[in-house]
């Protein structure tokens, strides 16, 4: 592992559990097992770092946006419920613990940095909205579910998720993590099973 990559993770690890404002450079160079002078070979400041956190946390979350075209593939398998469950799944699927501990940092710290809110607003409420939507919209196109104000739904949709997702970056162990994914999936079935147009 590169000293960067080390630093990475360690300052990660602290952020979560401390906070970034918790949390100084002398902390993260002693857990990385270095002298403080050396982190700035690396990063140029604290706010480097979680802004490298930041990027990272953001690249995840495209698995749980795969392309329209790939959605349009799936409806020609699954009921529209089961697509947003698949979508749920893939996202679950490709979670760890350093996602988790990123999403802890993106969710406590965007009420105290504006360049994390703006990362937040953007990626977990502007453009998964946008993109629920488009699915939605999709559906109706193809007669698969019943008219519907896609925005409102598209919001009601997603702004459940993420106070789920903010829950479950929370889990202490597996059996809450195996509960809480249970109820993301159940809150999709009913939400969009009813919309289901019976063919």
């Known amino acids: 592992m590169s000293t960067k990559q080390n630093i990475f993770d360690n300052a990660l690890s602290l952020f979560s559990k401390k906070g970034y404002d918790g949390v100084s450079i002398r902390d993260i160079a002693k857990a990385v097992g270095i002298k403080e002078s050396s982190i700035y070979n690396h990063y140029p400041s604290k706010k480097a770092i979680i802004d490298d956190i930041c990027e990272h946390f953001v690249q995840t979350l495209s698995v749980s946006r795969p392309p329209l075209a790939q959605v349009e593939a799936m409806l020609e398998k699954i009921r529209p419920s089961q697509v947003f469950l698949a979508l749920i799944s893939a996202y679950g699927q490709s979670v760890n613990d350093k996602i988790t501990q990123m999403a802890k940092v993106v969710f406590s710290e965007q009420y105290h940095d504006n360049d994390i809110h703006g990362i937040f607003t953007e990626e977990f409420i502007k453009k998964n909205v946008e993109y629920y939507i488009e699915i939605l919209t999709l559906m109706q196109k193809k007669n698969l579910i019943r008219a519907c104000d896609t925005a409102v739904l598209a919001n009601v949709f997603n702004n459940e998720q ?38």
């Open 162 to 199: 993420i106070m789920l997702t903010i829950q479950f970056a929370s889990c202490e162990n597996d059996n809450e993590r195996f509960e809480l994914a249970k109820i993301m999936k159940q809150s999709a079935e009913y939400l969009f099973l009813p919309l289901e147009v019976i063919m």
